[in-house]
């Protein structure tokens, strides 16, 4: 099934050139052990949120951040499959100004579970994965072959990105035949005025549907 994503998480974009954007391929995705970034304190307490669409495609994100010595943030971000369904793109949005992106390897935070598949692996372009600056810093991770689907019972890997810009709210969503999304912790634009403390999205999410921000770990 082939589905051309000029959207971001269901939500209109912000304009129509913004809609005419054209999302760049990754091209550098690496592992990494979550404990080399040497993450000094929690910046944005784990969420994690259930998403269901029409009874046949449901699962769990979990998306958290972190402070880093350096001054920047680091962002998690992870889907996993319930069923009936198959995953077939995991993507998030609001990510602003990235310099580094790519999957954790070994030690994973509480509340992430660990390994989990890659997405589908191109022979000429590498890692299926696209970012668009223009329509809501968007990145979108594709699963679209029968070897790569997530299937029920099974998880993405878990998604890191650091950045400067401090946590605020993002968008993280699923496809199959539909679309399920949920918010998550995304870094804001560095320096912008509008810019909410990270706490304060904690209010958000009692009014954005069916979330629990919790401190377990999944097993």
Same mark, same amino acid.
């Given at each position: 099934?082939?589905?051309?994503?000029?959207?971001?998480?269901?939500?209109?974009?912000?304009?129509?050139?913004?809609?005419?954007?054209?999302?760049?391929?990754?091209?550098?995705?690496?592992?990494?052990?979550?404990?080399?970034?040497?993450?000094?304190?929690?910046?944005?307490?784990?969420?994690?949120?259930?998403?269901?669409?029409?009874?046949?495609?449901?699962?769990?994100?979990?998306?958290?951040?972190?402070?880093?010595?350096?001054?920047?943030?680091?962002?998690?971000?992870?889907?996993?499959?319930?069923?009936?369904?198959?995953?077939? $793109?995991? %993507?998030?949005?609001?990510?602003?100004? =990235? @310099?580094?992106?790519?999957? /954790?390897? #070994?030690?994973?935070?509480?509340?992430?579970?660990?390994?989990?598949?890659?997405?589908?692996q191109?022979?000429?372009?590498?890692y299926?994965?696209?970012?668009?600056?223009?329509?809501?810093?968007?990145?979108?991770?594709?699963?679209?072959?029968?070897?790569?689907?997530?299937?029920?019972?099974?998880?993405?890997?878990?998604?890191?990105?650091?950045?400067?810009?401090?946590?605020?709210?993002?968008?993280?969503?699923?496809?199959?035949?539909?679309?399920?999304?949920?918010?998550?912790?995304?870094p804001? $634009?560095? %320096?912008?005025?509008?810019?909410?403390? =990270? @706490?304060?999205?904690?209010? /958000?999410? #009692?009014?954005?549907?069916?979330?629990?921000?919790?401190?377990?770990?999944?097993?």
């Open positions: 099934m082939k589905i051309r994503y000029a959207f971001v998480c269901g939500l209109a974009l912000a304009s129509a050139a913004a809609a005419l954007a054209v999302p760049q391929n990754v091209t550098s995705f690496v592992g990494s052990d979550f404990a080399s970034f040497g993450a000094n304190s929690v910046a944005g307490a784990l969420i994690t949120s259930n998403y269901n669409y029409n009874n046949t495609f449901t699962g769990t994100f979990a998306s958290q951040a972190f402070s880093l010595s350096s001054g920047e943030y680091l962002y998690l971000y992870q889907a996993e499959n319930s069923g009936k369904s198959v995953l077939e $793109v995991f %993507g998030f949005s609001e990510v602003y100004n =990235p @310099s580094q992106f790519g999957y /954790l390897n #070994a030690n994973s935070p509480i509340g992430f579970l660990t390994g989990g598949k890659l997405p589908v191109s022979v000429t372009e590498g299926t994965i696209t970012y668009d600056a223009e329509a809501g810093g968007f990145y979108s991770c594709k699963y679209t072959d029968h070897l790569t689907y997530v299937l029920a019972g099974e998880h993405t890997v878990t998604y890191y990105v650091v950045s400067k810009g401090a946590p605020v709210a993002g968008r993280m969503f699923a496809i199959d035949h539909g679309t399920a999304d949920a918010v998550a912790w995304a804001g $634009v560095p %320096g912008s005025p509008t810019t909410p403390e =990270p @706490s304060a999205l904690l209010g /958000l999410l #009692a009014a954005a549907g069916p979330l629990a921000v919790i401190a377990r770990r999944r097993k």
